[in-house]
């Protein structure tokens, strides 16, 4: 654990604070749940749209692609 920033501002703070304040706070943190999303992210989970994302993105590939090429046809 880095505690060069915590022993600098327990200094400058001059504040008493227990020895055991960071892996308190620490130990609170890593059981606190995460924040879900899961409405977003399951529908981003699932094959149709998976599918879907990648016909979209050929499609854009192939209409830039035909872009350049269009370039040097043209008089």
């Known amino acids: 654990m880095n505690d ?3 022993d600098l501002w327990r200094q ?3 504040a008493e604070v227990p020895a055991d304040f960071a892996d308190r706070v620490m130990d ?3 059981r606190e749940p995460l924040p879900s999303s899961k409405g ?3 529908l981003l989970d699932t094959p ?3 599918v879907a994302a990648c016909i979209l993105a050929c499609l ?3 209409c830039r692609m ?3 090429i269009a ?5």
Request: proline share 0%; net charge positive; with cysteine.
């Open 4 to 6: 060069k920033l915590y």
């Open 12 to 14: 400058r703070a001059d």
């Open 28 to 30: 609170a943190v890593r």
């Open 40 to 42: 977003v992210r399951v």
């Open 48 to 50: 149709a749209v998976r």
């Open 60 to 62: 854009a590939c192939a």
């Open 66 to 68: 035909a872009a350049v």
């Open 71 to 75: 370039v040097f046809f043209v008089r």
